[in-house]
């Protein structure tokens, strides 16, 4: 009978010390880390890097990931996600994944360069951008990766929906031991990588800027998508997307004339594309 006491007491005692193990771990990987959402200057500059595009669920980009890691370990690496995934299935989002080859106006090196080529990847640069959406947080062990997934990104939906802000895409980046997340509020179109652009070909994206006083008070992106039925599967997606950080500013009367003679146009021009889709 003492042998089971003295079993059953080493046992709890080995479980209560893995639990405090496991508490510690994920506590050190970032459980109760500071986050601090920003609008402001980008956490990198213009940057060349290698990248693969993938379209799947976000959770499977962790090969791609490896493979990036498995051609140069030295290099810090970048994922962009382009789909909200609360509103585009899974196997429908597209994202890229690889490594920063160089930041600013320094150039790759060439060796590196071609060993990347070699194993399938993609060279494109993004440029420098002034008015961003960023935060970070530790990137010290693999369940800092999760622990950002949960934490950082209802902070940041927050953080836009607040400011009405109009922020894309998602960028993660993993430099000396942190991951800096940004969204981009200026020159948006510059972070799609051409297999991204290729992908959603037939639909056309116009931006429109409405223009106050002394400065654009209001930007309206709308699409128009080519469909077998040009003019009746014709339709517009107005998304209001305010320029300026912490505050709306109220659309006057000529903004919306202004926006009523653009959509005028765009609903024309549409029918002169539709007969050559």
Not at 189 to 211: A, I, S
């Amino acid at each position: 009978m003492s042998d089971w006491v003295s079993l059953w007491f080493l046992g709890a005692i080995i479980c209560l010390l893995c639990l405090i193990t496991f508490t510690v771990f994920i506590i050190y990987s970032g459980l109760f880390s500071d986050i601090t959402v920003l609008t402001g200057s980008a956490p990198i500059t213009k940057i060349t890097f290698a990248y693969k595009y993938n379209q799947g669920p976000y959770r499977d980009c962790g090969k791609l990931f490896k493979e990036s890691q498995d051609v140069e370990p030295r290099l810090s690496c970048i994922g962009v996600y382009y789909d909200d995934p609360k509103k585009v299935p899974g196997p429908r989002c597209r994202y890229i994944v690889g490594s920063i080859l160089s930041e600013g106006e320094t150039k790759p090196d060439e060796e590196v360069l071609r060993r990347f080529q070699r194993s399938g990847f993609h060279v494109f640069s993004f440029p420098n951008v002034t008015r961003a959406v960023t935060t970070s947080f530790p990137h010290k062990t693999f369940l800092s990766v999760l622990l950002g997934v949960w934490r950082v990104y209802p902070r940041l939906e927050q953080h836009i929906k607040e400011r009405s802000l109009c922020a894309h895409p998602f960028l993660e980046i993993y430099k000396d031991g942190c991951i800096y997340y940004m969204a981009p509020l200026e020159h948006q179109r510059d972070f799609y990588v051409p297999e991204k652009l290729h992908h959603v070909r037939g639909t056309f994206y116009f931006t429109l800027c409405c223009f106050t006083s002394d400065q654009p008070s209001a930007i309206v992106s709308a699409s128009i998508r080519r469909q077998p039925f040009p003019i009746s599967a014709c339709y517009y997606n107005i998304r209001w997307c305010y320029s300026s950080v912490g505050t709306t500013n109220s659309i006057s009367s000529g903004d919306f004339h202004n926006i009523h003679s653009a959509l005028f146009f765009l609903f024309f021009f549409s029918l002169f594309l539709f007969p050559f889709s």
